[in-house]
């Protein structure tokens, strides 16, 4: 049997990590390929970390087709699916998956036709016939928006942009940390800001050093908190103690404390009018 592997094609599916690989390796070994692979012609699109055990200890496996796609962009939006239909499929993953779709369906838009510009003769004829009122230009449909991609995906738009961010700039190496689960989303995407050499000798310090980098990425980002100035009323005091050995309002301290003392004697005048009103109103209704 003639299967072809396109690479691709291959893209779409993770590679397995190491325990995963000898999972499911024993099974295959212990069970037999149970599940058939799935073919669109020649070309396989469902199966290949199977195929690539069958291959390697000549298992038996089957195979079925699926031939309903008219083009190779129908088979990668159907993978793309299919890979975000499996619950063990990360959030990463998932994010890249769903980021790569709205490209897919976006590239398959085609713009409308530009208009030609009338000739003179069949402008001229037009003159004296009735023109029915031109269409309403059609809105050009952008890509998916984020927020799109986020429901696509099954995650948040926020760490939808996280994803995009580690798609542009992060390193190789850390980008195989993140699909890995050894460092989290929002942590590589702080890590992914730094210089790739940087990223790179922070993946090789383990997932220890990744977080510290990432903690000292986000403080960098923090700003600091502005410093506080003193009022005007204490410099001008400190100005004054400097030259004149005193403060300003010496003077005045001992009429504010008399002021105090005054107000203080006020409310304790009014708290016992108040104890006094209460009395004679509880007598009022004794008597009542």
């Given at each position: 049997?003639?299967?072809?592997?396109?690479?691709?094609?291959?893209?779409?599916?993770?590679?397995?990590?190491?325990?995963?690989?000898?999972?499911?390796?024993?099974?295959?070994?212990?069970?037999?390929?149970?599940?058939?692979?799935?073919?669109?012609?020649?070309?396989?699109?469902?199966?290949?970390?199977?195929?690539?055990?069958?291959?390697?200890?000549?298992?038996?496996?089957?195979?079925?087709?699926?031939?309903?796609?008219?083009?190779?962009?129908e088979v990668m939006l159907w993978m793309i699916d299919n890979q975000l239909s499996r619950?063990?499929?990360?959030?990463?993953?998932?994010?890249?998956?769903?980021l790569r779709k709205a490209e897919l369906v976006a590239a398959s838009i085609k713009p409308?036709?530009?208009?030609?510009?009338?000739?003179?003769?069949?402008?001229?004829?037009?003159?004296?016939?009735?023109?029915?009122?031109?269409?309403?230009?059609?809105?050009?449909?952008?890509?998916?928006?984020?927020?799109?991609?986020?429901?696509?995906?099954?995650?948040?738009?926020?760490?939808?942009?996280?994803?995009?961010?580690?798609?542009?700039?992060?390193?190789?190496?850390?980008?195989?940390?993140?699909?890995?689960?050894?460092?989290?989303?929002?942590?590589?995407?702080?890590?992914?800001?730094?210089?790739?050499?940087?990223?790179?000798?922070?993946?090789?310090?383990?997932?220890?050093?990744?977080?510290?980098?990432?903690?000292?990425?986000?403080?960098?980002?923090?700003?600091?908190?502005?410093?506080?100035?003193?009022?005007p009323q204490a410099q001008q005091a400190t100005q004054a103690e400097a030259t004149n050995?005193?403060?300003?309002?010496?003077?005045?301290?001992?009429?504010?404390?008399?002021?105090?003392?005054?107000?203080?004697?006020?409310?304790?005048?009014?708290?016992?009018?108040?104890?006094?009103?209460?009395?004679?109103?509880?007598?009022?209704?004794?008597?009542?």
């Amino acid at each position: 049997m003639n299967i072809t592997v396109n690479e691709e094609l291959q893209k779409y599916i993770d590679p397995l990590t190491e325990n995963e690989y000898i999972s499911l390796e024993r099974s295959l070994l212990t069970e037999g390929c149970r599940d058939a692979l799935v073919l669109w012609g020649d070309v396989l699109i469902d199966g290949h970390n199977r195929y690539g055990i069958c291959r390697k200890h000549g298992i038996e496996f089957k195979t079925v087709q699926n031939d309903r796609f008219a083009s190779i962009e129908e088979v990668m939006l159907w993978m793309i699916d299919n890979q975000l239909s499996r619950r063990s499929v990360t959030d990463f993953q998932r994010g890249m998956l769903a980021l790569r779709k709205a490209e897919l369906v976006a590239a398959s838009i085609k713009p409308e036709p530009a208009q030609q510009e009338p000739q003179p003769e069949a402008a001229a004829a037009s003159e004296d016939a009735v023109s029915a009122p031109a269409p309403a230009p059609t809105p050009a449909r952008n890509s998916a928006s984020r927020q799109e991609v986020a429901k696509i995906a099954g995650v948040s738009s926020h760490t939808i942009s996280q994803i995009e961010k580690i798609q542009k700039t992060a390193a190789p190496e850390l980008i195989d940390a993140v699909r890995s689960g050894t460092i989290s989303i929002s942590a590589a995407a702080a890590v992914a800001s730094l210089p790739n050499t940087e990223q790179v000798a922070a993946v090789a310090g383990g997932k220890k050093e990744l977080r510290q980098v990432a903690k000292q990425v986000r403080e960098q980002k923090v700003p600091a908190k502005p410093r506080q100035t003193e009022a005007p009323q204490a410099q001008q005091a400190t100005q004054a103690e400097a030259t004149n050995g005193a403060a300003p309002w010496d003077d005045d301290a001992a009429a504010l404390k008399a002021k105090i003392v005054a107000l203080e004697a006020e409310n304790l005048a009014l708290k016992e009018q108040v104890a006094t009103l209460t009395m004679e109103l509880e007598d009022a209704r004794r008597a009542a």
